[in-house]
């Protein structure tokens, strides 16, 4: 039995920590910030963007210049919809094949009678914006990690060095905590230590694993 898992939750709020956490149960992990790096890195992609934005956007190599466009589209709303427009249908079909091809190569395995054994397989699609990309469709449970809006501002003024006006423009520019736990079938509460964050998700994926 396969059961997939959709990790997802405001920035900051632990999704990798948690997705950390499931690997070393076992379950195998799509990455959904890895996707979205390489879509940003695909020829096509950034021609969009050169199209949408203009030349300054990409460096002399004619690669992204990450920073100017964040700062434009944290600022700028309908300049993050028009990115999004470029990258999610493209981050939406790689996540989709990449669950495809996991849930190919479990029933292959569990066809060829290797790994009988293994009668739980897990995968957890880590993505920011998995409801926002309607992806929460694909996955049997919908995991949300939630911490206090005070607590998501400290830890990602202190993860990725920025300011408060910017950390806040982040948090504003996405779906809020609560609308996306009007989605959950998990809350997941990470305002605490990283132990006990540990502790739900075992008992979170053990129960899963008991329905399979
Ligand atoms: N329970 C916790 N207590 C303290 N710091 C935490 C906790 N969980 C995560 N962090 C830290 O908070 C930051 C954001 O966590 P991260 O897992 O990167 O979030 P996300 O993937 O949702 O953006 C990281 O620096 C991480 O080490
Ligand atoms: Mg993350």
Same mark, same amino acid.
């Given at each position: 039995?396969?059961?997939?898992?959709?990790?997802?939750?405001?920035?900051?709020?632990?999704?990798?920590?948690? &997705?950390?956490?499931?690997?070393?149960?076992?379950?195998?992990?799509?990455?959904?910030?890895? @996707?979205?790096?390489?879509?940003?890195?695909?020829?096509?992609?950034?021609?969009?963007?050169?199209?949408?934005?203009?030349?300054?956007?990409?460096?002399?190599?004619?690669?992204?210049?990450?920073?100017?466009?964040?700062?434009?589209?944290?600022?700028?709303?309908?300049?993050?919809?028009?990115?999004?427009?470029?990258?999610?249908?493209? =981050?939406? &079909?790689?996540?989709?094949?990449?669950?495809?091809?996991?849930?190919?190569?479990?029933?292959?395995?569990?066809?060829?009678?290797?790994?009988?054994?293994?009668?739980?397989?897990?995968?957890?699609?880590?993505?920011?914006?998995?409801?926002?990309?309607?992806?929460?469709?694909?996955?049997?449970?919908?995991?949300?990690?939630?911490?206090?809006?005070?607590?998501?501002?400290?830890?990602?003024?202190?993860?990725?060095?920025?300011?408060?006006?910017?950390?806040?423009?982040? =948090?504003?520019?996405?779906?809020?905590?609560?609308?996306?736990?009007?989605?959950?079938?998990?809350?997941?509460?990470?305002?605490?230590?990283?132990?006990?964050?540990?502790?739900? @998700?075992?008992?979170?994926?053990?129960?899963?694993?008991?329905?399979?």
């Amino acid at each position: 039995m396969i059961k997939t898992i959709g990790l997802t939750g405001s920035i900051a709020t632990g999704k990798s920590t948690a &997705s950390k956490y499931l690997q070393e149960l076992g379950c195998t992990l799509i990455d959904g910030d890895v @996707i979205a790096r390489e879509v940003a890195e695909d020829p096509r992609v950034l021609q969009a963007i050169r199209v949408a934005f203009g030349g300054e956007f990409l460096d002399d190599e004619g690669e992204l210049r990450r920073k100017k466009l964040g700062a434009l589209v944290f600022n700028d709303e309908k300049a993050m919809k028009k990115l999004n427009e470029i990258m999610h249908p493209a =981050i939406q &079909s790689k996540i989709r094949d990449q669950l495809k091809a996991f849930k190919d190569s479990s029933r292959n395995r569990r066809a060829s009678g290797f790994q009988v054994e293994k009668a739980f397989d897990c995968v957890v699609i880590d993505g920011a914006l998995l409801i926002e990309m309607k992806l929460h469709s694909l996955v049997d449970e919908v995991w949300v990690v939630a911490i206090t809006k005070e607590e998501q501002l400290r830890r990602l003024m202190e993860r990725d060095g920025i300011s408060k006006t910017d950390a806040q423009k982040k =948090i504003d520019a996405q779906m809020s905590t609560e609308e996306k736990e009007t989605f959950a079938d998990v809350v997941l509460d990470n305002s605490r230590d990283p132990e006990d964050l540990r502790e739900q @998700i075992e008992q979170e994926f053990f129960r899963l694993k008991g329905k399979a």
